[in-house]
């Protein structure tokens, strides 16, 4: 990635974090990077390429740091636990990237790019659940739909929801305890 890219983006998410994304535009974005609008077209074919590129490199980071601490773990309801903990904390620790994005879920571009990470984290889920309960592809869909839903709530509320969360875990197969009988 080219270093001019990368400082347009870490621009576009200082701008956003102060004035969100009613603010976020592609003067104020190159007037924090310190160049010429020229050089925002030579990277971004416009802001709306600009929110997905934001929303991308987010779920990127989050996606990679999830696969990270979760790879010791064996499949199973512990990893997939571990896995939606490691998202809504990711969550937690990017308020302002995820609340940039929930302003721009609205917009088409951002609509698409939505549907297909929550895609590619239900295919995540989906070897946590294979086996262990009856439709598992439909229920990895309903975990990352509940999970992002959490997210959302605790991003409104500003703080964790632990009853939404318990909820959530709630939703979580356990394999049965071989001395349950």
Same mark, same amino acid.
């Given at each position: 990635?080219h270093p001019t890219?990368?400082?347009l983006?870490? /621009? /576009?998410m200082?701008? %956003?974090e102060? *004035?969100?994304?009613?603010?976020?535009?592609v003067?104020e974005? *190159?007037?924090e990077a310190g =160049?010429?609008k020229?050089t925002?077209? !030579?990277?971004f074919a416009?802001r709306d390429t @600009?929110?997905?590129r934001?929303?991308?490199?987010?779920?990127?980071?989050?996606?990679?740091?999830i =696969?990270e601490r *979760?790879?010791?773990l064996?499949?199973?309801a512990?990893r997939?636990q %571990?896995? +939606?903990?490691?998202?809504l #904390?990711?969550? $937690?620790?990017?308020?302002?990237?995820? &609340?940039i @994005?929930?302003?721009?879920?609205?917009?088409p571009a951002i609509?698409?790019? =939505?549907?297909?990470?929550?895609?590619? %984290?239900a /295919?995540?889920?989906l070897?946590?659940l +294979?086996? $262990? +309960?009856e439709?598992p &592809?439909e229920t990895a869909?309903?975990?990352? &739909?509940a *999970?992002?839903e959490v /997210?959302? #709530?605790?991003l409104?509320?500003g703080?964790d !929801?632990? $009853?939404l969360r318990?909820a959530?875990?709630?939703?979580v197969p356990?394999?049965? #305890?071989p001395?349950?009988s």
């Amino acid at each position: 990635m080219h270093p001019t890219h990368e400082d347009l983006l870490n /621009a /576009a998410m200082r701008v %956003a974090e102060r *004035t969100g994304l009613d603010g976020l535009s592609v003067n104020e974005v *190159t007037r924090e990077a310190g =160049v010429a609008k020229g050089t925002f077209y !030579l990277h971004f074919a416009d802001r709306d390429t @600009l929110l997905v590129r934001l929303h991308q490199r987010f779920h990127d980071e989050l996606l990679e740091g999830i =696969v990270e601490r *979760t790879a010791s773990l064996e499949p199973g309801a512990d990893r997939a636990q %571990a896995r +939606i903990t490691a998202f809504l #904390n990711g969550c $937690r620790q990017q308020v302002a990237v995820r &609340a940039i @994005l929930l302003q721009a879920r609205s917009q088409p571009a951002i609509m698409s790019e =939505v549907a297909r990470r929550n895609s590619e %984290a239900a /295919a995540l889920l989906l070897d946590d659940l +294979i086996g $262990r +309960i009856e439709y598992p &592809a439909e229920t990895a869909v309903l975990l990352v &739909a509940a *999970t992002a839903e959490v /997210a959302l #709530n605790e991003l409104q509320a500003g703080s964790d !929801l632990p $009853r939404l969360r318990a909820a959530l875990f709630g939703l979580v197969p356990h394999p049965p #305890n071989p001395t349950d009988s």
